[in-house]
């Protein structure tokens, strides 16, 4: 039996993209492996969004290049590909193929003639979607694309370039895929999308369907008891959407809703046009709505021209929001994009000392929401053992991660009990 070979690097969506390749190649009768040495194929699922990423991946290859069977085909797929394009054949002269985040179902054709070289960074829409089988099994939280590619041009970011214009699927394939997803063992769906909020489908006869209605639609699954999406751009935050979080309790008290920055004038240089009173505003409804609603965001820290007192508001901002479980990254200037050739670019020590000084910040306010959590009773959802195998580790309905001493007949959901709580996780018990 042939053996592939697949690592994922990045983002949920790619999380999903490697999932499908792993059941279309278990499909054709092949098997995974962990060892690179044993593979038939290998398979790196890439992600581009800053330099450091992609510089991962080519030191992987490196070191596949030399680990591999002689005759072991490898090849990159994702946003990668898309960026390096041939170039990959260049660095790599013995790579197999590169495939594009929209083509990598094409990975079948190296299968049928490996003696080519495959080169595919089409963005070819949405037919990855359907060329490839559906999953036979799901994992307990089922990841479900509902629109792919970003038409808001952020001036730093590589996406729109990888993955292309916004496009979103039909609503009749999303519930058809959350109805399999609920079929074959999920508990929880993530609806995805690089813009999951600006979900926009019109049908044949003229209907127009939001992502309101795509949760309307699958919170009457009995199966499905979670349901949450990423990530959201603030001002496709509707209001039908805000609504959702009153009455539908199957949503989660959760939400990514990335700011980037504390500072109106970086804000317009990233092309990121909203007033920082609207977004506050949208926060506020969303905590009417909900009043137990957390918020996430992500930052970038450092983009070119930033000052100490622009990066002063990001602090500011982010005490007042209080924002939980976020991501802080330093600026990377990438190919592209508009803001790599902007002027003032900050240095990396004033990046570094930035990053160090936002992420003690953030660590202090998530430190606080875990700590208010200690004695609340919160129903989790089992991701499966820690590392030590003495432990399972749960979400909480706000993200978070909880660690609970192992038992053999511990559910899926569980009612846990908050006991302890520090910067980066809970731990818990059973409760009854
Ligand atoms: N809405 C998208 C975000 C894509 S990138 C999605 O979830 O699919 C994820 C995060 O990476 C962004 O929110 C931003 O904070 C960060 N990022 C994007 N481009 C970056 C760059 N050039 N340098 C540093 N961080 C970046
Ligand atoms: Fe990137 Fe901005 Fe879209 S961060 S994915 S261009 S909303």
Redesign the pocket.
């Known amino acids: 039996m042939k053996k592939f070979f697949i690592q994922t690097f990045g983002?949920?969506?790619n999380v999903y993209d490697g999932q499908r390749i792993a059941s279309m190649l278990t499909g054709r009768g092949m098997a995974q492996t962990h060892d690179i040495s044993d593979a038939d194929i290998i398979i790196l699922n890439t992600c581009a969004?800053?330099?450091k990423a992609t510089d991962k991946v080519f030191s992987a290859l490196g070191r596949i290049r030399r680990a591999k069977k002689p005759d072991a085909l490898f090849g990159i797929v994702g946003c990668v590909a898309r960026e390096a394009g041939a170039n990959a054949f260049k660095r790599i002269p013995e790579l197999n193929f590169v495939l594009g985040p929209q083509s990598y179902h094409k990975l079948a054709d190296i299968l049928q003639d490996p003696d080519t070289k495959l080169l595919n960074i089409d963005l070819g829409g949405l037919e990855k979607f359907d060329e490839m089988p559906q999953m036979s099994q799901s994992p307990t939280v089922a990841y479900i694309p509902i629109q792919e590619g970003?038409n808001?041009c952020?001036t730093?970011?590589?996406?729109p370039y990888t993955?292309g214009r916004e496009i979103s699927r039909s609503f009749e394939d999303v519930v058809r895929d959350s109805l399999h997803a609920a079929n074959t063992g999920a508990i929880e769906i993530c609806f995805?999308?690089?813009?999951?909020n600006g979900y926009r489908y019109t049908d044949p006869s003229g209907k127009t369907y939001r992502l309101s209605d795509l949760i309307r639609a699958i919170a009457p699954l009995p199966e499905i008891k979670r349901i949450r999406f990423?990530?959201?751009?603030p001002t496709e935050m509707t209001d039908d959407l805000i609504d959702m979080f009153r009455t539908e309790p199957k949503l989660l008290p959760f939400l990514?809703m990335?700011i980037?920055s504390g500072s109106p004038d970086v804000l317009t240089r990233m092309n990121r046009p909203y007033e920082l009173n609207l977004y506050i505003d949208i926060v506020d409804k969303l905590r009417v709505a909900r009043p137990d609603i957390q918020i996430s965001s992500?930052?970038?820290v450092g983009?070119p021209g930033e000052t100490d007192g622009d990066f002063e508001q990001t602090l500011n901002i982010a005490r007042q929001i209080k924002y939980i479980n976020s991501?802080?990254?330093?600026?990377?200037?990438?190919p592209h994009?508009a803001?790599?050739l902007m002027p003032n670019q900050i240095p990396e020590n004033i990046k570094a000392a930035r990053l160090a000084e936002l992420d003690a910040t953030l660590n202090e306010i998530q430190r606080n929401f875990n700590e208010s959590c200690v004695g609340r009773t919160l129903e989790c959802l089992c991701e499966g053992p820690d590392k030590t195998g003495r432990h399972l580790v749960y979400r909480t309905p706000y993200m978070q991660q909880c660690i609970v001493a192992a038992n053999n007949d511990a559910p899926s959901l569980a009612r846990i009990k908050i006991t302890a709580a520090n910067k980066a996780s809970l731990r818990g018990e059973f409760s009854d």
Do not use: E, W
Not at 230 to 233: A, E, F, K, M
């Open positions: 983002c949920q969506m969004v800053r330099a970003c808001h952020c730093y970011c590589i996406v993955r995805l999308g690089q813009n999951v990423t990530s959201s751009y990514n990335p980037q992500d930052f970038i983009f991501y802080s990254f330093k600026y990377s200037p990438r994009t803001a790599a």
